[in-house]
């Protein structure tokens, strides 16, 4: 059975709306019936993608996104994001920007970022005078910067996939992210100056002061989950467990915001948050090793040198292919499925896998804000109590800055290795 031909089955199931995991899974299954590789072999292939330890993270940086997003976190941060930049033209959009920078360092998800944050940031905006489709477009963009600043659930998934160090992968995505926070920024700005949104008087430093105390042990999080990192105490995966005993400690010692229906609903969302990562997971790396397989890489490779053989296109072209896939499939699938295709490429074109990683990931993340995926867009649209259409719309200006920042990091590499470099030597 061809690998042309399986690719089509694939959009065929894609296109008649079969989810996604079950698309790859009904297609590696027609592939196993037309071959000699016997079904035993499924489970096996299935199962040897969690024999990297690293997959342990995922699960408790997940956790630790969601006891500070119920443990009275968020809200410190988003109220000391204010008072920080709450002067500013567009004074609540810029918090909202920063808010989403700091809790990036502690969950490692935009999805997290939008639920956590989401619910406060768009309430505040719109009771401020904010236009609610610029409040959920604002919302949705700064999410997008929660996977590159570590911790990172995408950059664990693709440590995994690639052989790349998740510590250097992290530490090369603070530069990456701080870019793209400044560059939303910059849109919040010019938008706010253009609408002539509400402006807040500039804090004193006794404001600030006080903030900033109410929200320290909170900010120290993502100090030391990295410091832990950088320092060589704790691999990423026990920096997340970390993050969970800490997270623990501020909800039910310092913020008193512990219950035990608080404590189980969080397991739930995370219960079924790594079940759909892990089913996705699965399926999305049998069916990479089906491709791998049927020489998809190989025959991807020739394609690429048949039409240049310019490092500078061939990042062009691959950065492309990735925003369109990024319009139709998941991040976790998108990871596990192109990794194993585009590695041959840029192992040939001599490109960083550590710089590549970041390079996807921020691809990946501009898809969760465009048609017809765009999980983040979905989600504070449901939020805010406006259509998806209008927040796509809204987004826009936003997706042209990440694309913008995305060119940065493309062609310059040292923007994400600089910081590897230099504390990982």
């Not at 033209?89 to 700091?102: C, D, E, F, K, Q």
């Not at 042990?217 to 990295?226: E, G, R, Y």
């Not at 390079?359 to 939020?383: E, F, H, K, Q, S």
Request: a neutral charge; charged letters at 10%.
């Amino acid at each position: 059975m061809s690998g042309t031909v399986l690719i089509i089955c694939f959009l065929l199931l894609m296109l008649v709306g079969v989810p996604i995991g079950f698309s790859m899974g009904a297609t590696c299954l027609l592939f196993f019936a037309f071959s000699d590789i016997p079904f035993t072999a499924i489970p096996q292939i299935m199962v040897s993608l969690f024999e990297n330890f690293p997959f342990l993270a995922i699960p408790f940086f997940a956790l630790a996104g969601q006891l500070m997003n119920t443990g009275g976190v968020t809200d410190r941060i988003f109220g000391f994001a204010k008072t920080l930049v709450g002067h500013i033209p567009g004074g609540l959009g810029h918090a909202n920007v920063v808010a989403s920078m700091i809790f990036a360092g502690m969950s490692g998800s935009a999805v997290a970022d939008s639920a956590g944050l989401g619910v406060i940031e768009i309430k505040a905006m719109v009771e401020d005078g904010y236009d609610r489709d610029f409040s959920a477009a604002v919302t949705a963009s700064s999410s997008t910067i929660g996977p590159i600043i570590p911790p990172s659930i995408p950059f664990i998934l693709y440590g995994a996939m690639a052989n790349v160090s998740v510590g250097a992968l992290f530490i090369a995505g603070a530069i990456p992210g701080i870019l793209m926070g400044l560059g939303l920024m910059v849109g919040v700005y010019l938008i706010a100056i253009k609408k002539n949104y509400k402006v807040y008087k500039k804090a004193t430093l006794k404001e600030l002061w006080n903030d900033f105390k109410d929200a320290f042990l909170s900010l120290l999080t993502p100090v030391i989950i990295m410091g832990g990192i950088i320092l060589g105490i704790a691999t990423p995966t026990e920096a997340a467990v970390i993050a969970v005993v800490y997270a623990f400690i501020l909800q039910t010692f310092i913020y008193n915001q512990f219950t035990f229906k608080g404590l189980l609903e969080s397991l739930e969302n995370v219960a079924k948050s790594i079940g759909m990562i892990a089913f996705l997971s699965c399926t999305a790396y049998l069916f990479g090793w089906v491709l791998s397989y049927e020489m998809i890489p190989q025959q991807f490779t020739n394609l690429i040198l048949s039409v240049t053989s310019n490092k500078y296109i061939v990042l062009l072209i691959i950065n492309l292919l990735l925003l369109l896939v990024g319009c139709f499939m998941d991040t976790t699938a998108a990871i596990v499925v192109l990794v194993p295709v585009l590695l041959p490429v840029i192992d040939l074109f001599g490109i960083n896998r550590v710089h590549f990683g970041v390079l996807l990931t921020i691809n990946l993340m501009i898809g969760l804000l465009t048609p017809p995926v765009g999980m983040c867009a979905y989600l504070v649209a449901d939020i805010a109590k406006v259509s998806f259409e209008q927040v796509v719309k809204a987004c826009v200006p936003f997706i042209i800055i990440l694309i913008v920042v995305l060119m940065l990091v493309t062609y310059f590499p040292q923007i994400t290795l600089f910081l590897p470099n230099l504390l990982l030597k």
